[in-house]
């Protein structure tokens, strides 16, 4: 939409709770329906929101001819979700807003359910009545790979396994990077796959590796980037990481996959990362 640059934050807006079925199956139809009895000529179809409000409404239908979860991150069908792009999701929860007192008007609703966010981030910013902030114990905060992403059917991944032949091995200091205490630390790779194409200038800026690789699938393959050679006790590491997450991926959420085991300390620091918000444990058998 106007204004949305790839610096303006994306929110992702979720239902729970017993009263947002009306945004299971009927989002689009009901949607659809106010938008054509509004005055604003900027707003008469799903395409103006967008275009001109910066918000996106994804209905979660299935497709048809082909997968509707190509990787596997556990995305639902028919969950709805809502994109917001801005400083903050007032836009879009005020819109909510609108069209459900237009379906209370309407005689489509009783009345005005509860209304309230969790929000993962910090709330930094004043929520529009009849809104008001919960405690995560209040609702069940949704997986944010349960739904599509903003474009396209495939989330951004990322892989940590240990580089090859890079096994600590005692005396060998220099291919395994010695920390500053003389001790032997594994290198590891992390390969970053799934919906990267919005962000190929970002990789190509940060001179982030890529290469096609074959996949499960016979004659399927993959685009994946990849940074090799980290240290979890190396600074510039750590820096190249957060430079990762923060900047070329723009802080968007990252499914991870844990080939190295939950106790591993270069795993444990990425999921200290506010973005690497979920984890696969797939640890091959020695």
């Not at 947002?20 to 009927?26: M, Q, S, V």
């Not at 993962?120 to 529009?128: G, N, W």
Request: with cysteine.
């Amino acid at each position: 939409g106007k204004g949305a640059t790839a610096t303006v934050p994306l929110w992702q807006l979720q239902f729970a709770g017993q009263d947002h079925r009306w945004l299971t199956f009927k989002m689009l139809p009901t949607i659809r329906e106010y938008l054509k009895e509004q005055a604003d000529a900027t707003m008469h179809t799903t395409q103006d929101l967008e275009s001109n409000h910066c918000i996106r409404l994804i209905s979660g239908m299935p497709p048809l001819e082909s997968d509707p979860d190509p990787d596997e991150v556990g995305i639902v069908p028919w969950r709805a979700v809502i994109y917001c792009a801005g400083t903050s999701p007032e836009p879009a929860l005020d819109f909510i807003r609108q069209v459900l007192e237009w379906q209370i008007q309407r005689r489509q609703l009783l009345q005005m359910p509860p209304l309230l966010v969790f929000v993962h981030e910090k709330l930094d910013f004043e929520l529009p009545l009849p809104w008001a902030p919960c405690a995560p114990t209040a609702i069940q905060p949704p997986n944010p790979f349960a739904v599509p992403p903003p474009r396209g059917r495939r989330h951004v991944l990322c892989q940590l396994e240990l580089e090859k032949n890079h096994h600590p091995i005692e005396g060998d200091g220099e291919s395994q990077g010695e920390g500053e205490d003389g001790s032997i630390h594994p290198k590891y790779l992390l390969t970053i796959f799934g919906g990267i194409f919005a962000f190929r200038e970002r990789f190509d800026q940060q001179q982030i590796a890529g290469e096609r690789v074959d996949t499960e699938v016979k004659g399927k393959v993959n685009y994946v980037r990849y940074l090799e050679g980290l240290s979890v006790d190396d600074p510039s590491s750590t820096e190249r990481l957060q430079s990762l997450l923060n900047d070329v991926l723009a802080k968007v959420p990252v499914y991870f996959i844990n080939r190295v085991g939950a106790e591993d300390p270069m795993a444990k620091w990425l999921l200290a990362q506010k973005t690497v918000i979920y984890s696969e444990i797939l640890v091959d058998d020695e």
